[in-house]
T-cell receptor, first 111, second 114 residues
Framework: GQNIDQPTEMTATEGAIVQINCTYQ??????LFWYQQHAGEAPTFLSY????GLEEKGRFSSFLSRSKGYSYLLLKELQMKDSASYLCAVRGFDSWGKLQFGAGTQVVVTP | ETGVTQSPTHLIKTRGQQVTLRCSSQ?????VSWYQQALGQGPQFIFQYYREEENGRGNFPPRFSGLQFPNYSSELNVNALELDDSALYLC?????????????FGPGTRLTVL
């Protein structure tokens, strides 16, 4: 099975940087995903890591260490619209479409 | 390009009833996954359909069942509804398994069981 842990909530000010950590335990690893979800809306894809290292996409970056079972999502130059829940999800080998999600980290951006 | 759509948007049922939720996958996508998301939690995988066959299932009882049609749209059926079935039900589609890493989620159906 898989166990995914991420902080419940983080608060940061506009323009700042926030790092959301995710640790996981899995019997088989085939990729880690980060999704953003605004209240009442569907999750939207942010990033995907399957090899160790940093993936950068604009203001968002995601890092993976498979040996440590650890990932983080880095949000730079925070904007008010970044206030949302950020979901870490891991895929195993049993089913291509099966993602195991963490409970999500609620990021609150303050002026 | 049309994205993933779901219907209905909201639904209220009582315990013991049955419900059918519908999902139209994004154009060109033949894989559909269903998730249940309780308030304050991450989505939980229910099952996946690939070319009209169930292709993976999470820890949900048999009263959760599904179908995928030749046009790759899908249904989620839940029998004998329980109060704990109240949640947001999300459908996600992706192209042919193995060709991409991204799942595109629909807006969800909010189910309330009274």
């Amino acid at each position: 099975g898989q166990n995914i842990d991420q902080p419940t909530e983080m608060t940061a000010t506009e323009g700042a940087i926030v790092q959301i950590n995710c640790t996981y335990q899995t019997s088989g690893f085939n990729g880690l995903f980060w999704y953003q979800q605004h209240a009442g809306e569907a999750p939207t894809f942010l990033s995907y890591n399957v090899l160790d290292g940093l993936e950068e996409k604009g203001r968002f970056s995601s890092f993976l260490s498979r040996s440590k079972g650890y990932s983080y999502l880095l949000l730079k130059e925070l904007q008010m619209k970044d206030s949302a829940s950020y979901l870490c999800a891991v895929r195993g080998f049993d089913s291509w479409g099966k993602l195991q999600f963490g409970a999500g980290t609620q990021v609150v951006v303050t002026p | 390009e049309t994205g993933v759509t779901q219907s209905p948007t909201h639904l209220i049922k009582t315990r013991g009833q049955q419900v059918t939720l519908r999902c139209s996958s994004q154009s060109g996508h033949n894989t559909v996954s269903w998730y249940q998301q309780a308030l304050g939690q991450g989505p939980q995988f229910i099952f996946q359909y690939y070319r009209e066959e169930e292709n993976g299932r999470g820890n949900f009882p048999p009263r959760f069942s599904g179908l995928q049609f030749p046009n790759y749209s899908s249904e989620l059926n839940v029998n004998a509804l329980e109060l704990d079935d109240s949640a947001l039900y999300l459908c996600a589609s992706s192209p042919d398994s193995g060709s991409t890493n991204e799942q595109f989620f629909g807006p969800g159906t909010r189910l309330t069981v009274l």
